[in-house]
């Protein structure tokens, strides 16, 4: 089901980006109404994956690396490493990832997002891609060009 912009989102759209003032303001607008419009498409998504917001923060994470340790997992999420092997242990139930042995260090555990995962990770990245360009269409041309979307430019 792709995100719809309910009318009270689109009114708000045009004062919300004026009033501020500098990119970093502009930008932090859009991504409130960004999250406003998309977040509930995205939980819906996630609830059908079966996969809680952390898992698929841990799955992007997974889909830009070839391979992440456990230390290195708990220090991107921001977990103990029991947390992150708790992640790590669910999402491989799931099919979303296996855990392979280091060629260098048989005694080191590297976790690989699978071909589900990535497939997950691209088809929820795509819906909130179309959740915020609908909300853009909404638009004016000059809101739409006031987006620092150079702020964007050189990473995700």
Known sequence: MKPTISESVRKSISPTINRSNTEADRLADFMMLAQRSCLLDLSNDLNEGKVSYAQFFLLGY?????????????????????????????????GYVSRVHAEDDRRKILVRISDDGRALVNRLRDSLAQGVANLMSQMDETDRQSLPVNVLNGGR
Not at 73 to 94: E, F, N, P, Y
Request: no cysteine; aromatic share 0%.
């Open 62 to 94: 997974l889909d830009d690396q070839d391979s992440l340790t456990m230390t290195d997992i708990a220090k991107k999420m921001g977990h103990s490493t029991a947390a992150a092997t708790g992640l790590v242990d669910r999402l491989q139930k799931l």
